[in-house]
């Protein structure tokens, strides 16, 4: 440990170059990757400004739960329906099962006002919200045919 300290204050402009290179890292990794926000954020920004939810997990996993008002377009189809994004006015929050896959997202939509949500899925069941899936719609439509859950 003294011999790391005596490093540092033997070469304070290499150290000084070293914390300067990880700040600019981490602040052009988290711009390049979308800003983030939490589920609580979720919720007002879609009540105030009618955020749009995109969630990209494949068709599969969006219907076994999602989060109501969202549209299911999955990230392999993400490519071709880039335009139909950018052509979206209000703000738009990615949502994949993680929130890693939505930083790719957003840099392939290069769009201003995209987010992707803290944690995704898992971060939004984390902080106790619900999601809406098959049990929620045929507990409604008893006897009724299954809607798609697909917009």
């Known amino acids: 440990m003294d011999r790391a300290l005596e490093f540092v204050g033997n070469h304070p402009f290499l150290f000084g170059i070293l914390a300067v290179l990880a700040i600019l890292f981490f602040a052009i990794e988290n711009k390049r ?3 983030k926000i939490s589920p609580n ?3 007002m920004m879609v009540n105030s400004q009618n955020a749009q939810i995109i969630d990209i997990r494949d068709k599969k996993k969006f219907a076994t739960g999602y989060i109501q008002g969202s549209r299911n377009i999955p990230f392999s189809e993400l ?3 880039v335009s139909e994004i950018r052509a979206i006015e209000q703000p738009v929050i990615i949502i994949c099962d993680m929130g890693v896959q939505a930083g790719a997202a957003i840099q392939m939509i ?10 995704g899925v898992g971060g939004w069941q984390g902080a106790g919200m619900p999601l809406v899936g098959p049990k929620d719609v045929s507990s409604k439509n008893k006897g009724k045919a299954k809607p798609s859950l697909h917009k």
């Open 33 to 35: 990757s979308g800003r």
């Open 79 to 81: 490519k071709d329906r």
């Open 110 to 119: 290069g769009k201003e006002n995209v987010y992707r949500l803290d944690g």
């Open 41 to 43: 954020t979720l919720g």
